[in-house]
């Protein structure tokens, strides 16, 4: 497996992997409060969803011209990937709050058990919450899976890393019968966000005409250097509030 | 029902405006603007490899600032 080959299936199993302890987190709420039979049906309606987008836009995408799809594929890989750093970021200095499985687990069952009681054959409540949250979970990762195995051409390795992130997350869940609180998700999100922003960096500029010292080697220093320049900010943020709380305890009231 | 079809529609693109722009658009645009910067000056035969991560970092470390700020 070629370095970008590994990048990819690392990044795409690391996001299915957070994406996937959310989906966990809802499912088993569900699961637990109304119904297993319900919650998994709609596990699987959304994972059906999701294998057919991945059929339907996979090939379309890989149709296109090399330059087009990295212009664009890359544009959107690159401001996913700010997002998804600018939010580790923030959650790392304690601007904004850390998710909690715990917490969204107790909300999830507390709504359930509000929801009313079931009736006859399948419960509609489980079955739409579960369905709901694995499919706009699943969303996210569909997009990297096919952004990344688009532009390398390697929708399969994507697919099948994605395949191994649900599996090791579902066993798991099902051996703790819990959801899974202890998962560094930050720490995972920080990562999936260094990866799509260099990924996205590298293919966007290519796309756009421009040519990197090094070919493909380039990423060996693009990654380092986005890993290196989002620790700064956490860095820095960190001193700057510390500071601004030092100084807020001296100043007169 | 043509209520319902305009409500349904608005939520989609709601949605699919925070699936990709997220909580700052500035992020997007940048992307935008960078991308378009490097295929201008690729185009006049400079080097133009690194506009889009020096904007990147730019566009990045102005966004969490705002975020910190805002937190406070």
């Known amino acids: 497996m070629s370095g970008p080959e590994l990048g990819l299936a690392?990044?795409?199993?690391?996001a299915c992997a957070v994406e996937a302890v959310e989906a966990l987190?809802?499912?088993?709420?569900?699961?637990?409060?109304?119904?297993?039979?319900?919650?998994?049906?709609?596990?699987?309606?959304?994972?059906?969803?999701?294998?057919?987008?991945?059929?339907?836009?996979?090939?379309?995408?890989?149709?296109?011209?090399?330059?087009?799809?990295?212009?664009?594929?890359?544009?959107?890989?690159?401001?996913?990937?700010?997002?998804?750093?600018?939010?580790?970021?923030?959650?790392?200095?304690?601007?904004?709050?850390?998710?909690?499985?715990?917490?969204?687990y107790e909300r999830e069952v507390a709504a359930a058990r509000a929801a009313g009681t079931?009736?006859?054959?399948?419960?509609?409540?489980?079955?739409?919450?579960?369905?709901?949250?694995?499919?706009?979970?699943?969303l996210e990762v569909v997009f990297i899976v096919l952004?990344?195995?688009?532009?390398?051409?390697?929708?399969?390795?994507?697919?099948?890393?994605?395949?191994?992130?649900?599996?090791?997350?579902?066993?798991?869940?099902?051996?703790?019968?819990?959801?899974?609180?202890?998962?560094?998700?930050?720490?995972?999100?920080?990562?999936?966000?260094?990866?799509?922003?260099?990924?996205?960096?590298?293919?966007?500029?290519?796309?756009?005409?421009?040519?990197?010292?090094?070919?493909?080697?380039?990423?060996l220093a693009i990654v380092p250097a986005t890993l290196v320049f989002a620790l700064a900010l956490v860095a820095v943020l960190r001193r700057r509030g510390s500071r601004s709380i030092s100084s807020e305890a001296v100043a007169p009231t | 029902m043509s209520g319902r079809v305009s409500r349904r529609l608005r939520a989609l693109g709601a949605f699919c405006w925070d699936f990709v722009v997220g909580d700052d658009w500035r992020l997007a645009f940048g992307v935008i603007v960078g991308l378009v910067l490097t295929a201008l000056v690729s185009g006049l035969g400079v080097a133009a490899w690194w506009l889009l991560p020096a904007l990147a970092a730019a566009i990045l470390a102005g966004s969490v600032w705002r975020g910190s700020r805002a937190s406070r």
Not at chain 1, 10 to 14: C, E, G, M, P
């Open chain 1, 25 to 104: 987190t809802i499912v088993l709420a569900v699961g637990v409060t109304r119904s297993w039979r319900a919650a998994l049906t709609g596990v699987g309606g959304a994972l059906v969803v999701l294998a057919a987008l991945i059929a339907v836009l996979g090939p379309a995408l890989t149709a296109l011209p090399l330059s087009v799809l990295r212009v664009v594929v890359g544009g959107l890989l690159l401001a996913f990937g700010l997002q998804w750093l600018r939010k580790a970021v923030l959650r790392a200095v304690g601007a904004k709050a850390l998710h909690d499985e715990r917490d969204a």
């Open chain 1, 147 to 219: 952004t990344f195995g688009a532009n390398q051409h390697h929708v399969g390795i994507a697919a099948v890393a994605a395949g191994v992130a649900v599996l090791a997350v579902t066993a798991a869940g099902v051996a703790i019968h819990a959801p899974l609180q202890r998962v560094p998700e930050n720490t995972l999100k920080f990562a999936v966000g260094v990866m799509l922003t260099s990924f996205g960096t590298f293919w966007g500029a290519e796309g756009a005409g421009a040519h990197w010292p090094g070919g493909d080697a380039a990423l």
């Open chain 1, 10 to 14: 690392i990044s795409v199993f690391l």
């Open chain 1, 118 to 138: 079931m009736g006859a054959g399948i419960d509609p409540y489980a079955f739409t919450i579960a369905f709901k949250g694995v499919l706009l979970e699943g």
